[in-house]
C-alpha cells in the first residue's frame, strides 16, 4: 500500500491568490492524480500528473486555472489559481500503479475562498 | 443519469445490519470498490470485487455483485458508531485506471 501525504490539510484564502497544494508519496507510484470534491458532491477528476511531462486534464479543467507539477514519481503539487469563492472544495490527491487495483487516497486539503 | 448512483443517506440503529446500495451503468466495469470517508478526512479503501466475483466476504463487510443488473451492495454487520461516515462506490472500466465514483452514501449510525 501506499501512504500519502497531503498539506496543508486546510486554508483560508483571499480571493484572487493563489494556493498550492503538496502531495508526497511513501514509495514510487506510477499514477497520480488530482480530484475535487465539492460539498454533498461525488469526486471530480481534475487531472492525472504526469512524471516529467503535462498533466493531462479532464474536460472543464485548464492548466492556467490549475498548473500541476510532478517533477518524480513521488511528490506532485496542484495550485489553484486566482481563486474565487466557487473554488472552495477539498482537493484530493490521489496514486496508484497500473498494475494495482487499489487508488490510495490522501487526506484532502479543505480550501475555503473569502 | 449518472454512471454511478448512490442513495444520500442511510440511518440504522448500533447494532443493526447497513446495506448500501449503488448501480452502475458501465457492463465493462472490471473492479468495483468501496471507499470510506470519515470527516476531516480522505477516502480509504474498505474493499473491493472484480467483476467475475458475485460475493467477497471481509469480517464484518460482505460486499454482492450482480453483474446482470449492475447492482453492487456493501453490508456492514454489527454497525457501530465508529462507522459513520460517507461511503462511496467506484467502478473501474477495463482499458481505464481512473475510477468513477459515485455521490456517497452518509451513514448515520445512532444508539
Known amino acids: 500500500s501506499a501512504v500519502i501525504s497531503q498539506k496543508p490539510s486546510r486554508d483560508i484564502c483571499q480571493r484572487g491568490t493563489s494556493l498550492t497544494i503538496q502531495c508526497q508519496v511513501d514509495s514510487q507510484v506510477t499514477m497520480m492524480f488530482w480530484y475535487r470534491q465539492q460539498p454533498g458532491q461525488s469526486l471530480t477528476l481534475i487531472a492525472t500528473a504526469n512524471q516529467g511531462s503535462e498533466a493531462t486534464y479532464e474536460s472543464g479543467f485548464v492548466i492556467d486555472k490549475f498548473p500541476i507539477s510532478r517533477p518524480n514519481l513521488t511528490f506532485s503539487t496542484l495550485t489553484v489559481s486566482n481563486m474565487s469563492p466557487e473554488d472552495s472544495s477539498i482537493y484530493l490527491c490521489?496514486?496508484?500503479?497500473?498494475?494495482?487495483?487499489?487508488?490510495?487516497f490522501g487526506q484532502g486539503t479543505r480550501l475555503t475562498v473569502v | 443519469g449518472e454512471d454511478v448512483e448512490q442513495s444520500l443517506f442511510l440511518s440504522v440503529r448500533e447494532g443493526d445490519s447497513s446495506v448500501i446500495n449503488c448501480t452502475y451503468t458501465?457492463?465493462?466495469?472490471?473492479?468495483l470498490y468501496w471507499y470510506k470517508q470519515e470527516p476531516g478526512a480522505g477516502l480509504q479503501l474498505l474493499t473491493y470485487i472484480f467483476s467475475n466475483m458475485d460475493m467477497k466476504q471481509d469480517q464484518r463487510l460482505t460486499v454482492l455483485l450482480n453483474k446482470k443488473d449492475k447492482h453492487l451492495s456493501l453490508r456492514i454487520a454489527d454497525t457501530q458508531t465508529g462507522d459513520s461516515a460517507i461511503y462511496f462506490c467506484?467502478?473501474?472500466?477495463?482499458?481505464?485506471?481512473?475510477?468513477?465514483f459515485g455521490r456517497g452514501t452518509s451513514l448515520i449510525v445512532h444508539p
Open positions: 467506484a467502478e473501474r472500466r477495463g482499458g481505464s485506471y481512473i475510477p468513477t
Open positions: 490521489s496514486a496508484g500503479t497500473g498494475e494495482n487495483t487499489e487508488a490510495f
Open positions: 458501465d457492463s465493462s466495469s472490471t473492479y
